[in-house]
């Protein structure tokens, strides 16, 4: 059974493909983590990723698109709990395997929240004018360059 695909407001779309991104990274961790790859080498691209890519896109959404939600819903909460979350986990000094395990299954989760229930809430809850004043902000999907020492492979 699977899932239908989700029809994304355009304001919301760049966000969307950013998610993508996101669970590529994720999936790049996984892939490393069980193959023991070398730390050192995880942790420049995870420390990469993070200030290049996860961060800001943390920032436009708590920036400039949660607080439309004015705090009403505990989507809008347990998401920027999650960000927190992470921010924490992508602070640890010398990471482990297990770190970089914990990193990618949450920022999984957090990406699927965000996909499967609270861009739909944003949708249903925001009016076209709002999704507007989003989308002049993101106009653009923040590019992700390719890193050139993979550990995955």
Known sequence: MSNPPIKRHKALQNLSREHHV????????QKGVAKSADLQSMEEYTTWFWENHLLPHFQLEEEHLFPMLKGEYELERKAIAQHQDLRVLFQIQQKTHSDFKRIYELLQKHIRLE???LFNLIQSTLS???LAVYEKTHKH????AMWQKPFWS
């Open 22 to 29: 996101g669970l590529i990274f994720a999936l790049r961790l």
């Open 115 to 117: 996909e499967r229930e």
């Open 141 to 144: 999907q923040q590019s992700c």
């Open 128 to 130: 076209e004018q709002q």
